[in-house]
């Protein structure tokens, strides 16, 4: 408040009320009271410009924040919210490696599940600039988030995101909301994310298709890189991407005639009273059987199409998949197997006997797997894409299955892995073999002198001429 009008306010009330003697004291109440009364309106009417004056400038204020910067309202709705997926129909192209994906007629990918590389900040600000860009290019898309990653960041994007109203999952698809109205699923991390996003489906026989940009520690199986985002989601908007499947393998687990499902099995686990759709649970990786923290090997009956084929005495065995083949298995000697070659690998782990060798057998074939009587421990663990899914105890068969035939033109089967725009002739499993793993790397050979071909582009330099040493 400006003093000049705090002074002429004083003065001008000494003016006019200027008996404060004694004797004014004894002045009725109600007479004191109408002085106070005229001198808080004379203080009114003589302040009325500077307070004109304040609401001007706030009125500017107010117009000034609706206009530049206030933001919208900031919601987090529920996934069940929004309309069913749309899905997309396959078309071989000329490689028959490869399939063009294409949505119908004016109607894109309305759903668009994104999952992130947790723990990362830089991973968040990526996935954070790609939700806001794809928004602006395609408002009519929505944006799913898992819940815990929807809780953090819904605050700091401009529109509303959709997330499911719980953390864990059923396990049943018809239950399962990222079943129903997933159209596209967009990955930023390395391939643990990959195969985090694959499991949410691992009860389901369709899964939408995987845009994958390498953010990770390694990267061998998401072709894109980040900086190429627009470029990548324009193609699968126009129906120009190019998608490979890559196959998964099925468990399932009975008990006797009777089929086990849930998170957990045996002993209280629900059944079905046998087979059924989607009652089994699929992996993009592996499944292994292992014997946990019990201290004794396990030993394990293998089946393969109902015939007794070995006892294994071994610390577990793995039951791959191609794209599995350069995972867990290969850490375990396992066989390297091209993703297009439909196969189940059946590899040991750490195995008594040094004959027995990995396989490699046809994905139309079934392996049975059952705990021996002979063995000392009651159960052994299983795990799907690394994650525990349960244990195993005596007199449960636990049955392999593969993904079988070709895929072109179906909607089902495999994972539809959106391929890099430009690779339609290249292999990028041969550049990942060569660039990531470090396929039949020379020995004593400087890594400078030697240029790989990766998932990335890199230009290849083969052969290469060594680098001796004199010893």
Not at 48 to 62: E, F, G, H, K
Not at 234 to 243: E, G, L, P, Q, S
Not at 270 to 283: D, F, K, M, P, T
Not at 402 to 411: A, H, K, L, P, R
Request: net charge neutral; hydrophobic share 35%.
């Amino acid at each position: 408040m400006d003093v000049r009008l705090v002074l002429l306010a004083k003065l001008e009330f000494v003016t006019h009320f200027p008996s404060t003697t004694s004797a004014s004291r004894q002045k009725p109440l109600s007479q004191l009271a109408a002085n106070i009364s005229s001198f808080v309106n004379y203080l009114s009417y003589i302040m009325r410009p500077w307070i004109r004056s304040l609401r001007t400038v706030d009125a500017r204020r107010v117009t000034q924040r609706c206009f530049s910067s206030s933001r919208p309202r900031l919601e987090l709705r529920s996934i069940w919210d929004l309309d069913n997926k749309i899905d997309p129909v396959y078309r071989e192209c000329t490689n028959r490696s490869l399939e063009i994906i294409k949505f119908p007629e004016d109607q894109p990918p309305n759903n668009v599940l994104l999952i992130q590389k947790e723990g990362v900040p830089s991973v968040t600000e990526a996935m954070v600039e790609f939700a806001k860009y794809l928004k602006t290019a395609y408002p009519a898309t929505n944006i799913i988030l898992e819940p815990h990653i929807a809780t953090e960041l819904h605050s700091s994007l401009p529109f509303p995101i959709h997330a499911t109203p719980y953390t864990t999952l059923p396990p049943y698809p018809n239950r399962n909301p990222y079943h129903l109205k997933t159209s596209l699923t967009i990955t930023f991390g390395g391939d643990g994310t990959i195969l985090h996003a694959a499991s949410l489906f691992s009860t389901s026989p369709v899964v939408p298709p995987l845009l994958s940009f390498s953010l990770g520690t390694l990267g061998f199986l998401g072709p894109w890189k980040f900086s190429d985002y627009k470029a990548a989601i324009t193609a699968v908007f126009t129906n120009k991407a190019r998608i490979m499947r890559r196959s998964r393998i099925k468990m399932e687990a009975f008990s006797g005639s009777t089929q086990l499902l849930g998170d957990l099995w045996p002993p209280d686990s629900q059944s079905n009273g046998g087979r059924g759709e989607g009652s089994g649970v699929w992996a993009m990786n592996e499944v292994n059987i292992h014997r946990g923290q019990n201290p004794h090997m396990a030993i394990v009956e293998v089946f393969v199409d109902g015939r007794f084929l070995t006892e294994a005495v071994a610390d577990g065995i793995i039951l791959s998949t191609p794209t599995g083949s350069t995972a867990y298995s290969l850490s375990s000697f396992g066989s390297i197997v091209h993703p297009r070659v439909p196969a189940i690998l059946l590899t040991p782990i750490c195995p008594r006997s040094l004959s027995f060798r990995p396989l490699v057998l046809p994905a139309e074939v079934e392996v049975s797997l059952k705990l021996s009587d002979k063995a000392r421990g009651d159960e052994v663990e299983v795990s799907i894409d690394g994650k525990r899914w349960g244990g195993v105890r005596k007199g449960v068969e636990v049955k392999i299955t593969g993904e079988m035939g070709n895929f072109c033109g179906g909607g089902e089967g495999g994972v539809p892995c959106i391929w890099r725009e430009g690779s339609e002739h290249e292999d990028e499993w041969v550049g990942g073999l060569n660039g990531l793993l470090k396929f039949n790397y020379p020995f004593g050979e400087e890594p400078s002198s030697r240029v790989f071909s990766n998932i990335d582009g890199l230009e290849e330099k083969l052969p290469c001429k060594s680098t001796k040493r004199d010893l």
